[in-house]
């Protein structure tokens, strides 16, 4: 059977990956930010330390993270915050930080600068993947003995952070893939595609070239692993990686693999890319 002919109250079903349907993307924003607040709050009652991969997008879930924290006074300080991934620029240094696209200054204008100070994560605990230092990733996570959570949207080729899926020419197994950890390299097509479309205006030169991300040999690591899917565009992956081979191809579908791993998914991410079964599912 074709998986793009699986109807949507069947999805998820028979897959090791956990499918939570959201109304609507707003839901999926709440439903992301209530699990990572819970996730902090039960290690603050164990003084332990909360270490997280994040994403910088969806961007939904931090200004209901925001909220959250600031009303219930949740404090951060015992949390470790590593970012998924940054773009760079020609020559593999970070984009400039005031530059619209910079994930740097993104978690800053969105999430440090809105938590009251008294609660806020540590800016010594704020860490970003850095060329030169692609080390530094795993060395955080050993020097703390676990990650909690890894948690981010998800591409449109099926990636998680910028671990972009192999070229049609380039030889990699799923073993070697899932070893791959923090590392510099081009972004792929179809990524630089969808982010100019999302977020300048169709300029597919306005999408830097390079990124450095976390690697899926650290997402592996995660007790935790969460995708966000809210769009429309979503749909063709989300049936790939839920009810697909398990695939390097298909970066998210090696999650089938991953012991605790769940995918939010707004309604409209679970339409039917073919367009006659879209229309029988409405």
Known sequence: ??????????????????????????DLYWKMAIEVLEL???????NEPTVMVVPYGPLGPYSRLVYLVNKYRVSLKNCVFINMDEYLTDDLKYIDKENPLSFRGGMDRIFYSKIDEELNVLPENRF???????????????????????????????????????????????????????RILKISRETKTINCFMNCGGDLDGIPENCITVGMKEAFMAKKVRMCMPRDWNAGALRKILHGDITCKVPCSL????????????????????????IYNK
Not at 41 to 46: A, D, G, L, R, V
Request: aromatic share 8%.
């Open 128 to 182: 970003f993947p850095e060329p030169g230092k692609e080390g530094k990733v795993i060395e955080i996570i050993e020097k703390y003995g676990k990650l909690d959570m890894m948690w981010g949207g998800v591409g449109i080729n099926g990636h998680f952070a910028f671990n972009e899926p192999p070229e049609a020419d380039e030889n990699c197994t799923n073993e070697e893939f899932m070893q791959r950890p923090t």
């Open 40 to 46: 902090i709050e039960e290690n603050n009652k164990k």
């Open 255 to 278: 999650f089938q693999l991953h012991p605790d791993a769940k995918l939010y998914a707004a309604d409209v991410a679970l339409a039917s890319p073919i367009p006659e079964i879209r």
């Open 1 to 26: 059977m074709n998986i793009n002919e699986i109807l949507k109250e069947e999805l998820g079903k028979g897959s090791k990956i956990v499918l939570d349907v959201c109304e609507c993307e707003q």
